[in-house]
């Protein structure tokens, strides 16, 4: 079965402290996978993104991500937040890059001045 | 750049009544377009994938009874929700894709309230 999961619903941080925002998936194949967020009442804007390579890959903002494949997890880090972070962020997993994205259930971030 | 335009933002209908939602994808060629709905307090569902010069994929629970889609040339995706109820209010974002290896880049979404 393909599949995200986000095991934190809401994590708290306070400004300036690191972050790391956890995220494991399920797909026998190769995975292609996102970090998107979303901001209140907007859509979606892509953070980063791994097809292959290196398995650490760095965003927008001061993201990065690193990929395991012996753990299939992509977990997401920063060294230290801002409270314009706040945010939902979203794993999502494009099973063999078919266009279709599954999605994990996100995260929300409140970053606490 | 890539963008991807939504209309409209926001909609109301009342109970049993349609709309109809559109995508736009400006800076690129949009091979591939993907709806999804995102429910209160829950995740994005993918609704179906369209993909030029091939037939429009539905997941399950999502028919294309309910939910037609056109996607008549490579910048231009709608979609209707026919018949609409509670159930299914929400978050519709249109996700298009450029080619085999790009991500997908999403509108804003339409935010649908039913009545």
């Known amino acids: 079965a393909q599949s995200v999961t986000q095991p934190d619903a809401r994590v708290t941080v306070s400004e300036g402290a690191s972050l790391q925002l956890r995220c494991k998936y399920s797909y026998s194949g190769t995975p292609y996978l996102f970090w998107y967020v979303q901001y209140p009442r907007q859509g979606l804007q892509l953070l980063l993104k791994?097809?292959?390579?290196?398995?650490v890959v760095q965003g927008v903002n001061g993201f990065e991500a690193e990929f395991s494949k012996s753990n299939s997890s992509f977990h997401l880090r920063k060294a230290s937040v801002h409270w314009s972070d706040s945010a939902v962020y979203f794993c999502v997993l494009s099973p063999g890059n078919t266009g279709k994205l599954i999605f994990g259930l996100g995260t929300t971030l409140q970053v606490q001045p | 750049g890539a963008l991807v335009y939504q209309y409209p933002r926001r909609t109301i209908c009342k109970s049993g009544t349609s709309m109809r939602m559109e995508c736009q994808a400006v800076g690129f060629q949009a091979t591939s377009v993907a709806w999804y709905r995102q429910s209160p307090q829950k995740t994005f569902e993918l609704i179906a994938l369209s993909t030029v010069n091939s037939a429009i994929k539905y997941e399950q629970n999502f028919t294309q009874e309910k939910f037609p889609i056109s996607h008549p040339n490579l910048s231009f995706s709608s979609m209707t929700v026919l018949n609409a109820y509670l159930e299914d209010r929400g978050l519709y974002l249109c996700?298009?894709?450029?080619?085999?290896?790009?991500?997908?880049?999403f509108g804003p979404g339409t935010r649908l309230t039913v009545l």
């Open positions: 791994y097809y292959s390579g290196d398995p």
């Open positions: 996700g298009a894709r450029g080619d085999i290896y790009a991500e997908q880049f």
